[in-house]
């Protein structure tokens, strides 16, 4: 009977957390989500404050109006220092906050999975608001929190942009919180039927090759500037830091890691990036000027002629697509060569303009001078990426169609026929 008891109580509050108001649902998430990571940046702001001469220079509000505009910068806002425009985005921060947005948009989509009609109803055809009032609600409550926050922490000194991060903030809310609620909430499952399975499968097989790519790009970076961690480590010793100002200064230089990333990545597929103006680093062609003090500089390649194997890792960019569209074969196989070619060819398409739209925000300006040119040019790295993801895609998809076809056919009887090879419907 106690146990019985138990399970009763359970269930009513299970439910009531289930019928909570969407407007306070909403509305709270979206501000949770913004300050969780706001919270986050304001501490490591007081603790870089103290650490810097024991807190002897400025007050305390001087660390939380810095972390404040820090936090603002990731949300593409950009910042000005000393009357210079900073505009690059410190996209480990970022994502970051996309993934506090995505995980509050989660709790959210299980707070409001109660709400609205149930499945049998949806599939009937009764239109579901849910969802888009939970989404806008939980975007409106971040936006809040952005603004807040660049009226407090900005200054006509640093004049951040608050346009810009209010757009950003949008984007994080809709387009990441937004599915996340949906997918929680169960509503994305019950959607996610009208979608065709080739669809579904291309937009897979894009998001491996992009996240396979990310990854081997994050290798070599990390392999050049461990080749090359005197050079790191002597910047840093010309800085003339103390302990407590080293672990600050490296802990924001871990903050472009994602930037040093897409840089890389710009590197392996030819057109490179910028690293001021008048500036080139590719494989077919080092052209570099005085560079500031920063310790992941380390990484790049001498000035001067490169060796005469490096436009081979050229060819990296196709390898990858390629291994990465068989991978995503196996986890959604096909034996019809037709949807084998577009989920590969459409899939590397797709997975082009996601790293062009990282090669927009990975760049910038981050000094005065020349220094306001740093990054990839996105037109040249989206004209290598289509057609080096796009011929790998189709590469591996096909192959991977073909080893399937393969394995699937039958041995042929004695006299006979090896028969059809069954299709999808």
């Known amino acids: 009977m106690t146990s019985l008891l138990s399970a009763r109580g359970e269930a009513a509050t299970l439910d009531l957390r289930h019928r909570r108001p969407l407007l306070l649902i909403g509305l709270l998430g979206g501000v949770l989500a913004a300050a969780t990571t706001l919270v986050a940046c304001l ?69 409001v999975s109660g709400h609205g009609p149930d499945a049998d109803r949806i599939a009937d055809g009764e239109r579901d608001w849910t969802v888009p009032s939970a989404t806008l609600l939980f975007t409106v409550g971040y936006c809040s929190v952005v603004l807040a926050t660049a009226r407090l922490a900005g200054s006509a000194e640093t004049a951040p942009s608050g346009a810009r991060a209010l757009a950003w903030s949008l984007v994080l809310g809709l387009a990441i919180g937004g599915p ?21 499968a291309t937009l897979a097989t894009a998001a491996r090759i992009l996240v396979t790519f ?18 790191a480590a002597n910047v840093l010793s010309q800085l003339h830091l103390d302990p407590a100002d080293t672990g600050m200064y490296l802990l924001v230089s871990a903050l472009l890691i994602p930037n040093a990333t897409v840089f890389a990545g710009s590197y392996l597929l030819g057109p490179g990036f910028a690293v001021g103006a008048g500036t080139l680093v590719s494989p077919t062609a080092v052209v570099l000027g005085p560079l500031p003090l920063f310790p992941l500089l380390a990484a790049l390649p001498d000035a001067g002629p490169p060796p005469a194997w490096t436009p081979y890792l050229m060819l990296a960019p196709v390898l990858v697509a390629a291994f990465a569209a068989g991978r995503a074969q196996r986890r959604r196989p096909t034996l019809r060569w037709d949807q084998a070619a577009v989920r590969g060819g459409v899939g590397g398409m797709i997975a082009a303009l996601g790293f ?41 998809a096909l192959v991977a169609t073909w080893w399937q076809r393969r394995r699937q056919r039958p041995a042929a009887p004695a006299g006979g026929t090896l028969p059809e090879a069954p299709t999808e419907t």
């Open 43 to 111: 501490g490591v702001g007081v603790v870089g404050w103290y650490l810097a001469d024991d807190g002897v220079h400025g007050v305390p509000r001087d660390g939380l109006r810095a972390a404040g505009l820090v936090w603002l910068m990731a949300h593409g806002s950009g910042v000005h220092v000393g009357g210079v425009a900073i505009s690059a985005v410190p996209l480990l921060l970022t994502l970051t906050c996309a993934w506090t947005c995505w995980r509050a948009g989660q709790r959210v989509g299980d707070s």
């Open 180 to 200: 996340a609620i949906a997918a929680r909430s169960g509503r994305l499952a019950i959607w996610a039927t009208f979608v065709p399975e080739t669809a579904r």
């Open 214 to 231: 990310l990854g081997v790009a994050l290798a070599s970076w990390l392999v050049a500037l461990a080749l090359d961690g005197a050079s």
């Open 356 to 396: 062009a739209l990282l090669a927009v925000l990975s760049g910038g300006s981050v000094g005065p001078g020349r220094m306001r040119t740093v990054g990839p040019e996105t037109i040249a790295v989206l004209g290598h990426a289509l057609p080096a993801f796009a011929l790998g895609g189709l590469v591996g």
